[in-house]
């Protein structure tokens, strides 16, 4: 038996602003290792016997999802696009009946695509207990040893007495606390060992959470296996139908199933687990110097103390500060009390509320044929640094309200302008007027650099229209 790992990848990390954003969310930065969160994520399970894991994204993410797990080699993911956010119960749910469609006895190890582990070897041998435990029809949660008065993060409360030397019973689940009780269950932890931070990560036979869930919230299971029953295969995706799926209620895996079923069950996690959810936590898991503080890319200082500076572009100079928290983008830059992390998410709100763009919109895109950024954008002009795989093609296409001019930086390009073609090599450049049918793609080995001038009165990215694609994007 393999255990399928299933990967959560539907949060868009707010608390991280700016670097974390809606259409490039924090599971794929590189925040606490050099590789992405969510390839740490998968990564991880490397020591167990495991096959290939299911990933549940939005479809907005679902190429950069593709690029960033064969980057570590894995080419045949299950990618479950969901049509609507939902939250985690009718996700979860998706992705059981996908694993058991695969085998009917499958064990499925539910993980977000967002949190830290620093023991890795911690993490298996406790992955290993829950996987046993679970194949005796019990939903296993990961109690995390707390190490602080944590206000962030839910706890569960287990039955005294209860340990069977791999689990805990479950008495209860606690909403996040203020920090007069969490101090409380910190205490209770420390005499009585019966309180613990919630991971919001699970292992449990895909069966065993149908059955639960058939007898809590029948109606997602109906929703969700017609909605899967009715599902297309896009490339490497599974697309969900919409308006099954969109009947689903949007409602946790904690509130639908595991704080009612009696099947629930704890595995004690001392590993070094964070949620990096906020750049307060960020601070908790990474290396400091002997002032405390964590700088990242450019930055120079004098006289500071536990602060977290990060300049990737600009040189970013603090001086004198103590507790801060400082993030330099190329479209934004933050400046925060680091004890008040937690309240960037109402920043971004304001943001969104004004329709500013850096709100949830990332400079970097990827798409089924390469990536782009876009490295200068002006009142009607945006410029963008687009790199495009061996063999690969964007769109036959056209722009009813900009011109592009295409300056090749590297690598060969093929070329469609118009009712011509024809084969650009580096320092060469093309212009494409406006309303003019165009295309490129690289025909070598390869990658191709270019750069794209965009003007005109309208620059965003539905002012595109499509003849032709070998994606099957319209």
Same mark, same amino acid.
């Given at each position: 038996?393999?255990?399928i ?16 954003r809606?259409?490039?969310?924090k599971?794929f930065?590189?925040?606490v290792?050099?590789?992405?969160? +969510?390839?740490?994520? $998968? ?11 299911i990933?549940? #994204?939005?479809e /907005?993410h679902?190429?950069?999802v ?7 080699g894995?080419?045949?993911?299950s990618i ?7 939250n985690?119960?009718p996700?979860?749910?998706? @992705? #059981?009946?996908? !694993? ?15 949190h ?5 070897? @911690?993490?298996? @041998?406790?992955?290993?207990k829950?996987?046993?435990v679970?194949?005796k #029809?019990?939903?296993v ?7 602080f008065a944590?206000?962030g993060?839910g ?12 689990s ?5 689940f $606690?909403e996040k606390?203020?920090?007069e ?23 449990? &036979?895909?069966e ?12 997602i ?8 029953e009715?599902? $297309?295969?896009?490339?490497?995706f ?6 099954s799926?969109?009947?689903?209620k949007s409602?946790? +895996?904690?509130y !639908?199933?595991?704080e009612?079923? &009696?099947?629930?069950? %704890?595995?004690?996690?001392d ?5 990096v ?10 290396g ?5 503080n ?5 930055v120079?200082?004098d ?14 100079? @603090?001086? /004198?500060?103590e ?7 190329k ?9 008040? !992390?937690?309240? %960037?998410?109402k +920043?971004?709100?304001s ?6 763009? #850096?709100?949830?919109e990332?400079?970097?895109g990827? &798409?089924?044929w390469?990536?782009?950024e ?5 009142s009607?002009f945006?410029v ?6 061996? /063999? ?17 930086v ?7 302008n ?12 093309t ?12 025909p070598?080995k ?6 794209? %001038?965009?003007s /005109? ?5 539905d ?5 032709e694609d070998?994606?099957?994007?319209c």
């Amino acid at each position: 038996m393999k255990l399928i790992p299933v990967v959560l990848s539907g949060g868009s990390g707010s608390r991280l602003w700016p670097l974390s954003r809606m259409n490039f969310p924090k599971q794929f930065l590189s925040l606490v290792s050099d590789s992405s969160m +969510i390839q740490d994520t $998968v990564s991880r399970l490397s020591g167990l016997s495991v096959d290939s894991p299911i990933v549940v #994204c939005n479809e /907005g993410h679902r190429f950069v999802v593709a690029e960033q797990l064969a980057k570590i080699g894995i080419e045949k993911p299950s990618i479950l696009l969901e049509p609507a956010a939902r939250n985690t119960a009718p996700a979860i749910v998706a @992705a #059981c009946l996908h !694993a058991m469609a695969r085998d009917k006895d499958a064990v499925v190890a539910v993980l977000p695509a967002d949190h830290c582990i620093k023991n890795t070897d @911690a993490f298996t @041998a406790a992955m290993e207990k829950a996987v046993n435990v679970a194949q005796k #029809c019990s939903l296993v949660t990961f109690g995390v040893i707390p190490t602080f008065a944590a206000t962030g993060y839910g706890y569960i409360n287990i039955t005294e007495g209860s340990s069977d030397g791999n689990s805990l019973a479950i008495e209860r689940f $606690v909403e996040k606390p203020d920090a007069e009780t969490a101090s409380g269950y910190l205490k209770s932890y420390r005499e009585n060992g019966d309180f613990f931070w919630n991971s919001g990560m699970f292992v449990f &036979r895909a069966e065993t959470l149908i059955s639960e869930m058939n007898e809590f919230e029948p109606e997602i299971v109906a929703n969700t296996k017609k909605s899967m029953e009715n599902a $297309v295969v896009d490339l490497d995706f599974i697309r969900l139908e919409n308006d099954s799926f969109s009947l689903n209620k949007s409602i946790s +895996i904690d509130y !639908a199933v595991m704080e009612r079923t &009696r099947k629930g069950r %704890v595995v004690p996690l001392d590993a070094g687990w964070s949620d990096v959810g906020s750049w307060s936590s960020l601070w908790d898991v990474l290396g400091k110097d002997e002032d405390g503080n964590v700088f990242r890319g450019n930055v120079v200082s004098d006289n500071v103390k536990n602060s977290f500076v990060y300049g990737k572009n600009r040189v970013v100079a @603090a001086v /004198g500060v103590e507790d801060v928290v400082v993030v330099d983008t190329k479209d934004a830059l933050l400046v925060a009390d680091r004890t008040r !992390a937690e309240d %960037v998410k109402k +920043i971004v709100d304001s943001l969104k509320e004004k329709g500013v763009p #850096c709100a949830t919109e990332s400079n970097v895109g990827y &798409r089924p044929w390469g990536v782009y950024e876009t490295i200068e954008l002006g009142s009607r002009f945006r410029v963008k640094h687009i790199t495009v795989k061996p /063999g690969q093609k964007l769109s036959v296409q056209m722009h009813y309200h900009r011109a592009e001019h295409w300056i090749v930086v590297s690598g060969t390009a093929k070329v469609r302008n118009g009712d011509k073609e024809f084969i650009l090599s580096e320092n060469q450049s093309t212009f494409i007027p406006l309303g003019t049918v165009h295309a490129i793609e690289n025909p070598g080995k390869m990658p191709l650099e270019f750069i794209e %001038v965009q003007s /005109g009165s309208y620059l965003e990215e539905d002012d595109i229209v499509r003849f032709e694609d070998k994606y099957g994007r319209c």
